[in-house]
């Protein structure tokens, strides 16, 4: 996926409990580039819960999910003009200290976003150009 300066981009994240028993207080965490501006809704299903916001940010925080039962967020992030590619997202999952995992494999996941045609930028782009002019 790409996306450029300026645009929005969406992110989804799917928490599932493939059971067999219910997980309370199991513990949702992120992470995005902090040029970001991000609004995160969420999901429950069936018997499960989560902050349905929009909250501002990135997916986190404690949720409770049913066997066989899914928790879907939805991020929308405003990509800045002063992001630097690639965007990297980062999500995970894990359990409370009163339960085992017998996975713990998939509890996270990553991705990146490439910004296409980006230039290198390095801060010092704007003000006057008279120190590189060869006009007296």
Do not use: K
């Not at 599932?16 to 997980?23: A, F, T, Y």
Request: net charge negative; glycine share 10%; aromatic share 6%.
């Amino acid at each position: 996926d790409t996306v450029a300066p300026g645009e929005s981009m969406q992110v989804f994240v799917e928490v599932l409990n493939l059971g067999p028993s219910p997980v309370q207080g199991a513990s949702v965490a992120s992470s995005v580039d902090e040029t970001l501006v991000c609004t995160t809704t969420c999901a429950a299903g069936s018997g499960s819960a989560c902050d349905a916001g929009p909250v501002a940010g990135v997916p986190g925080g404690l949720v409770y999910l049913n066997p066989d039962s899914v928790l879907d967020f939805a991020m929308t992030c405003s990509v800045g003009f002063d992001v630097m590619p690639p965007i990297a997202f980062h999500a995970s999952v894990a359990p409370p200290p009163t339960l085992t995992d017998p996975d713990t494999a998939n509890n996270l996941r990553s991705i990146s976003v490439a910004i296409p045609g980006f230039l290198f930028a390095d801060g010092f782009e704007a003000g006057s150009t008279d120190r590189w002019s060869s006009a007296p």
